[in-house]
C-alpha cells in the first residue's frame, strides 16, 4: 500500500481496489474510495533519441485495466494531466482539491520498472525482440510495438513446436519449395551476423499450383498464416516502408504481385519496391510513425517472399524495361510448379493421391501451429551467439563449394541468399527445431538455386556455352568407347569409360555418368541448363515411372546397363543433338 500525506486534507492510499482518502486526524475512521486504482507502470526510454515518457496504468470507466503512455510535460502538468487520462477513460474524483492530491500522489510514484522502446523489433544486443512481445532484462523491460496495428497483424504464437513440425514442417521432404520457404523464413533471423544482403525471393508460376502455401508456411515460422490476412505488393511506398521496419529480422510475405499498384507502371513500381527492400532503408511519412518512434528515418534488415503468376522477369518484359543486374540480386525469380500434376510438390505423402487435399491440410495446421519455430529458433542462436556467425560461415561455404558457384562477383552476390538458407536450416536442424535430415536439405535448396538462376536473362548464354562443352565431349573419339554386344564386353574397362555409345538402329544415344556429366561444365546451374534444353528439344532417352495409379515420364533418365554390376546410372543422349545447331547462334 502507498500513501501520500496532505495536511490540511487528510492523505491518500491505494490498493488493488480503489484510490481512498483518509481524513486527518482520524486515525481509526475507515477511509473512503474517492477513485479507481492508478499506478506509474514504468519509465520509457526510446532507442535512438532522448524522449522520455510514462506508462500509467488504471482500471477504467468500464472497470477494466487500461494502460497509456503520457509525456513528462503533460504528467507533470495537473491540467494536462486530468485532461489526458479523462479522454482515455479514467474517472477523476468530483472534489478539485481531492482531484490535485490524487495527481500529487501519482506524480510522487516510483515507477515499477524501466521500459526500453526500441524503434523496430529483431535482434537488440543478445537479445530477440518480437512485436507486442516484452523481454524482462535485470534492469529494464524491452519492447516494440508497431505503429500502425495494421502491421502487427500477423505476430503471436499458437500451438506447439511439435505440432508444427508434424503438421507442416514434415512435407518439406516432398516439396524442395516449402523446404526452401521455411529456410529462408529462419534465415532472416541470422542477417544480423553475416554481410548477406537483405533482399527477396518471387516464387512464380500458374495459379493453383501452391505458392500461396509455400507463402503461409513461410509465415508460420515467425507468426500466424492465414490466407486473408496475408499482405501484398498492393502498398503504398508510405506503407511499406514502415511494413518493412516492423518486419526487421524476419520474414516479410507479399502475395500477389499483380495486385501491385499503378499498373500502367508496374514493373518500375517493383523494381523501386525492390530495391528499397533490399537496401534497408527508407524514409518515415507518416506523421503517427514520427511520433511514435521519434525517428526521422527509418532502417531494416530483413528477407522477403512474394507470388505471382507473372515473373518479375516477364514484368519488366510487358513495360519495355531491362531488369538491372542490381535487381535481379535482390529480388530473384524462382518457379514455383515443379510437378505437372502436383505443383509445388516433387511427390506426395502415401496417404494423399490429390495435391489440393494436401495443401488445404497443411494450410489449416498452419492456423493451429505457428510461430513457435523461429522462437526456438533464436533462443538457440542468442546461445550461441560467441560462435554462430564463424559457424554461419563454415555452413556457406559448404553450400558454395557443393553448389559450384562461380567466383564471379555477381554470381556470388546472387547465391548468397540460398547458402544463408542452408546455413540456417542446418542450424535448425542441429536444434531439433525442423524433421529432416542434412542431405535432403542439401538438394533442396541447392536444386531451388539451379531452378533460380536459369531465370536470370543471361542463363541463354551460359546455357548455349554448355551446350558447345557438350558436342565438344561426345565428339572426343579418344574418350568415347562403343557399347558392344554383351559376350564381347570387358566389364571393368566399360565401367571406366567416360561415354559410352550404343548405336541402336533406331535411337543411337550416348551414355553418360551424371558425375563425369557434371565435370564438363563451369557449374551445376550450366549443367542443368544444359539438361533442361537437352530435355525440352527431345534429345534425352525416358523411362516411364508408375506413381500409384499413374504414369509419368522421367525429365532426365540415368540409364542401367545390362551387364555391368553395381547401381551406375548414366544420362541417355541421342545423337541426334550433335547435329542440333541452333544453339550456336541463338
Known amino acids: 500500500m502507498i500513501t501520500t500525506r496532505v495536511s490540511s486534507a487528510g492523505h491518500l492510499t491505494i490498493s488493488e481496489h480503489g484510490v481512498f482518502l483518509h481524513p486527518a486526524n482520524a486515525k481509526t475512521r475507515p477511509g473512503k474510495k474517492v477513485a479507481e486504482r492508478?499506478?506509474?507502470?514504468?519509465?520509457?526510454?526510446?532507442?535512438?533519441?532522448?524522449?522520455?515518457?510514462?506508462?500509467?496504468?488504471?482500471?477504467?470507466?468500464?472497470?477494466?485495466?487500461?494502460?497509456?503512455?503520457?509525456?513528462?510535460?503533460?504528467?507533470?502538468?495537473?491540467?494536462?494531466?486530468?485532461?489526458?487520462?479523462?479522454?482515455?477513460?479514467y474517472k477523476f474524483p468530483a472534489d478539485p482539491k481531492?482531484?490535485?492530491?490524487?495527481?500529487?500522489?501519482?506524480?510522487?510514484?516510483?515507477?515499477?520498472?524501466?521500459?526500453?522502446?526500441?524503434?523496430?523489433?529483431?535482434?537488440?544486443?543478445?537479445?530477440?525482440?518480437?512485436?507486442?512481445?516484452?523481454?524482462?532484462?535485470?534492469?529494464?523491460?524491452?519492447?516494440?510495438?508497431?505503429?500502425?496495428?495494421?502491421?502487427?497483424?500477423?505476430?503471436?504464437?499458437?500451438?506447439?513446436?511439435?505440432?508444427?513440425?508434424?503438421?507442416?514442417?514434415?512435407?518439406?521432404?516432398?516439396?524442395?519449395?516449402?523446404?526452401?520457404?521455411?529456410?529462408?523464413?529462419?534465415?532472416?533471423?541470422?542477417?544480423?551476423?553475416?554481410?548477406?544482403?537483405?533482399?527477396?525471393?518471387?516464387l512464380t508460376g500458374d495459379s493453383g499450383i501452391g505458392k500461396t502455401t509455400s507463402l503461409l508456411v513461410a509465415a508460420s515460422v515467425g507468426g500466424k498464416a492465414i490466407r486473408d490476412s496475408l499482405f501484398s505488393w498492393d502498398s503504398t511506398k508510405?506503407?511499406?516502408?514502415?511494413?518493412?521496419?516492423?518486419?526487421?529480422?524476419?520474414?516479410?510475405?507479399?502475395?500477389?504481385?499483380?495486385?501491385?499498384?499503378?499498373?500502367a507502371g508496374r514493373a518500375k513500381e517493383i523494381r523501386d519496391a525492390a530495391f528499397r527492400l533490399a537496401g534497408g532503408t527508407g524514409r518515415i511519412r507518416s506523421a503517427l510513425?514520427?511520433?511514435?518512434?521519434?525517428?526521422?528515418?527509418?532502417?531494416?534488415?530483413?528477407?522477403?517472399?512474394?507470388?505471382?503468376?507473372?515473373?518479375?522477369?516477364?514484368?519488366?518484359?510487358?513495360e519495355s524495361m531491362k531488369r538491372l543486374k542490381g535487381e535481379q540480386v535482390r529480388a530473384i525469380d524462382l518457379p514455383g510448379e515443379v510437378h505437372d500434376q502436383f505443383g509445388i510438390f516433387e511427390s506426395l505423402p502415401a496417404e494423399y493421391t490429390d495435391s489440393r487435399k494436401l495443401v488445404e491440410n497443411i494450410e489449416v495446421e498452419c492456423q493451429k501451429n505457428y510461430g513457435v519455430a523461429l522462437r526456438e529458433f533464436v533462443k538457440c542462436v542468442a546461445r550461441d551467439s560467441a560462435t554462430i556467425s564463424a559457424d554461419?560461415?563454415?555452413?556457406?561455404?559448404?553450400?558454395?563449394?557443393?553448389?559450384?558457384?562461380?567466383?564471379?562477383?555477381?554470381?556470388?552476390?546472387?547465391?548468397?541468399?540460398?547458402?544463408?538458407?542452408?546455413?540456417?536450416?542446418?542450424?535448425?536442424?542441429?536444434?531439433?527445431?525442423?524433421?529432416?535430415?542434412?542431405?535432403?536439405?542439401?538438394?533442396?535448396?541447392?536444386?531451388?538455386?539451379?531452378?533460380?538462376?536459369?531465370?536470370?536473362?543471361?542463363?541463354?548464354?551460359?546455357?548455349?556455352?554448355?551446350?558447345?562443352?557438350?558436342?565438344?565431349?561426345?565428339?572426343?573419339?579418344?574418350?568415347?568407347?562403343?557399347?558392344?554386344?554383351i559376350e564381347t564386353r570387358d566389364v571393368d574397362l566399360l565401367k571406366r569409360a567416360r561415354v559410352l555409345h550404343r548405336a541402336d538402329p533406331q535411337r543411337p544415344h550416348f551414355l553418360v555418368r551424371p558425375n563425369v556429366f557434371k565435370t564438363?561444365?563451369?557449374?551445376?546451374?550450366?549443367?542443368?541448363?544444359?539438361?533442361?534444353?537437352?530435355?525440352?528439344?527431345?534429345?534425352?532417352?525416358?523411362?516411364?515411372?508408375?506413381?500409384g495409379a499413374q504414369q509419368r515420364l522421367l525429365r532426365t533418365v540415368q540409364r542401367h546397363i545390362t551387364g555391368i554390376p553395381g547401381r551406375l546410372r548414366y544420362h541417355a543422349i541421342r545423337d541426334a543433338f550433335l547435329n542440333d545447331t541452333y544453339f550456336e547462334t541463338a
Open 38 to 89: 492508478i499506478q506509474v507502470r514504468a519509465l520509457v526510454t526510446r532507442e535512438g533519441t532522448t524522449n522520455k515518457s510514462v506508462d500509467l496504468g488504471f482500471i477504467d470507466c468500464n472497470g477494466e485495466f487500461a494502460e497509456v503512455t503520457i509525456s513528462p510535460s503533460d504528467f507533470a502538468d495537473f491540467r494536462r494531466f486530468r485532461t489526458w487520462l479523462l479522454d482515455n477513460g
Open 289 to 318: 510513425y514520427g511520433a511514435k518512434t521519434g525517428k526521422q528515418s527509418i532502417t531494416w534488415r530483413l528477407f522477403f517472399i512474394s507470388t505471382g503468376e507473372t515473373s518479375l522477369n516477364e514484368v519488366a518484359h510487358i
Open 98 to 202: 481531492i482531484a490535485q492530491m490524487l495527481h500529487s500522489y501519482v506524480v510522487e510514484q516510483a515507477p515499477i520498472q524501466r521500459r526500453h522502446v526500441l524503434h523496430r523489433p529483431g535482434w537488440y544486443e543478445n537479445h530477440y525482440v518480437f512485436a507486442d512481445e516484452r523481454v524482462r532484462l535485470t534492469d529494464r523491460v524491452l519492447s516494440f510495438q508497431a505503429a500502425d496495428p495494421a502491421h502487427a497483424r500477423n505476430f503471436g504464437t499458437a500451438g506447439t513446436l511439435e505440432g508444427w513440425k508434424t503438421g507442416v514442417a514434415k512435407y518439406g521432404c516432398h516439396s524442395t519449395r516449402l523446404t526452401f520457404s521455411i529456410s529462408l523464413a529462419l534465415a532472416s533471423a541470422l542477417l544480423r551476423f553475416t554481410d548477406v544482403e537483405s533482399g527477396g525471393i518471387h
Open 520 to 547: 564438363w561444365f563451369d557449374s551445376d546451374v550450366q549443367a542443368d541448363l544444359v539438361l533442361q534444353y537437352l530435355d525440352s528439344n527431345g534429345y534425352l532417352e525416358k523411362d516411364v515411372v508408375k506413381t
Open 392 to 485: 554461419i560461415e563454415a555452413l556457406m561455404q559448404m553450400f558454395f563449394t557443393d553448389a559450384r558457384v562461380p567466383e564471379k562477383r555477381w554470381e556470388h552476390r546472387f547465391s548468397k541468399r540460398f547458402a544463408l538458407a542452408y546455413a540456417a536450416v542446418k542450424l535448425a536442424i542441429k536444434y531439433e527445431i525442423v524433421p529432416w535430415d542434412g542431405r535432403m536439405v542439401a538438394h533442396a535448396i541447392k536444386a531451388c538455386y539451379e531452378a533460380a538462376r536459369s531465370c536470370v536473362p543471361d542463363a541463354s548464354t551460359i546455357r548455349n556455352s554448355g551446350l558447345v562443352h557438350l558436342r565438344d565431349r561426345l565428339t572426343r573419339a579418344d574418350t568415347v568407347m562403343e557399347v558392344r554386344p
Open 238 to 263: 508510405t506503407g511499406l516502408d514502415e511494413l518493412a521496419a516492423a518486419y526487421n529480422d524476419n520474414l516479410l510475405g507479399l502475395d500477389e504481385i499483380e495486385r501491385a499498384p499503378d499498373t
